[in-house]
Nanobody, 124 residues
Framework: QVQLVESGGGLVQAGGSLRLSCAAS????????MGWFRQAPGKEREGVAC????????YPADSVKGRVTISRDYAKNMVYLQMNSLKPDDTGVYYC?????????????????WGQGTQVAVSS
């Protein structure tokens, strides 16, 4: 059974940084794409960044490009999201998700397994 557990969320001032972590278990994830998604109050869930299973290619959303870095540790079955220069618009619940196959497009509908989420709040 796939289990994903996120951590690292919190309250931060605009311009600050956070690093989110996601621990995956229950499978061998070397063939799984991994991604971070977020959902702001009253809005649909959206992709933040995804990373491929094979070559480590990353696919950040335009809204966060240049401010976030997604990375993964294959040995530890971990995926990380380093977020810098945070803005109030980055506020939301951040979810880790995985899927077997290609990482791109980084759409929530393409990812099968989800964590419970971690809250990120950015104050102005």
């Amino acid at each position: 059974q796939v289990q994903l557990v996120e951590s690292g969320g919190g309250l931060v001032q605009a311009g600050g940084s956070l690093r989110l972590s996601c621990a995956a278990s229950g499978r061998t994830f070397s063939n799984y794409a991994m991604g971070w998604f977020r959902q702001a109050p009253g809005k649909e869930r959206e992709g933040v960044a995804c990373i491929s299973s094979s070559d480590g290619a990353t696919y950040p959303a335009d809204s966060v490009k240049g401010r976030v870095t997604i990375s993964r540790d294959y040995a530890k079955n971990m995926v990380y999201l380093q977020m810098n220069s945070l803005k109030p618009d980055d506020t939301g619940v951040y979810y880790c998700a995985v899927r077997e196959g290609l990482a791109f497009p980084c759409w929530p509908s393409r990812y099968n397994y989800w964590g419970q989420g971690t809250q990120v709040a950015v104050s102005s």
